[in-house]
């Protein structure tokens, strides 16, 4: 089974830039549409972005449009999020997944996701 691991994450001031990574062990990576969710302390999981499977369509959450970018890398089986002009509000620990069912246009609900990975972690101070 595929296994997904971010890397990225850390410590860094507002206003700073960060670009997380997903890492896929398989090359079935590219045949699957994928997303980015988030988790804060005490809150529930947070859909971000999410992609296309050729990677010519995106879709970013209100919260984060204008600052964060998803892409990916088919060749190289990973995805990219790259966040600009991060805000504290944005720390959280951030986790990537692979969609495999089609409930909505842009894969927002988590239920949608059935391989996710381990998360890295991303805090920002102000």
């Known amino acids: 089974q595929v296994q997904l691991v971010e890397s990225g994450g850390g410590l860094v001031q507002a206003g700073n830039s960060l670009r997380l990574s997903c890492a896929a062990s398989?090359?079935?990576?590219?045949?699957?549409?994928m997303g980015w969710f988030r988790q804060a302390p005490g809150k529930e999981r947070e859909h971000v972005a999410s992609?296309?499977?050729?990677?010519?369509?995106?879709y970013v959450a209100d919260s984060v449009k204008g600052r964060f970018t998803i892409s990916r890398d088919n060749a190289n089986n990973t995805m990219y999020l790259q966040m600009n002009n991060l805000k504290p509000e944005d720390t959280a620990v951030y986790y990537c997944?692979?969609?495999?069912?089609?409930?909505?246009?842009?894969?927002?609900?988590?239920?949608?996701?059935?391989?996710w990975g381990q998360g890295t972690q991303v805090t920002v101070s102000s």
């Open positions: 997944a692979r969609r495999y069912l089609i409930y909505g246009i842009w894969g927002t609900s988590s239920a949608e996701y059935d391989i």
């Open positions: 398989e090359s079935s990576f590219r045949f699957y549409p």
């Open positions: 992609i296309s499977w050729s990677g010519d369509s995106s």
